[in-house]
Nanobody, 122 residues
Framework: QVRLVESGGGLVQPGGSLRLSCAAS????????MGWYRQAPGKERELVAT???????NYVDSVKGRFTISRDNAKNTVYLQMNSLKPEDTAVYYC????????????????WGQGTQVTVSS
């Protein structure tokens, strides 16, 4: 059974930094695009950043220059380095991944992590 397990959330003061990690576990063939989304109270879930298996990245405008997404393909892990955090970055952050499993043929499935809380407050 494939799982995405996140870690690294917490409480940080404005201007501070946090690093989120998300590791994929289980049996699968490969991982395509991985990404991070967030959902603030009363708001819809929004894309924060994505990274392809080849390392191409994409960011929402509000985090460009402050957040960096990266991945370690050998560890099946994606990271989100968050610097210069602002109160408006407060949200539950979710890991997302397109994972290819083999069941006689290759089947891509989209998976979500359980979410990790990030709170930016003084």
């Amino acid at each position: 059974q494939v799982r995405l397990v996140e870690s690294g959330g917490g409480l940080v003061q404005p201007g501070g930094s946090l690093r989120l990690s998300c590791a994929a576990s289980g049996t699968f063939f490969s991982i395509n695009t991985m990404g991070w989304y967030r959902q603030a109270p009363g708001k819809e879930r929004e894309l924060v950043a994505t990274i392809t298996s080849g390392g191409s990245t994409n960011y929402v405008d509000s985090v460009k220059g402050r957040f960096t997404i990266s991945r370690d393909n050998a560890k099946n892990t994606v990271y989100l380095q968050m610097n210069s955090l602002k109160p408006e970055d407060t949200a539950v952050y979710y890991c997302n991944a397109d994972i290819v499993e083999y069941f006689g043929s290759l089947y891509p499935t989209n998976y979500w992590g359980q979410g990790t809380q990030v709170t930016v407050s003084s």
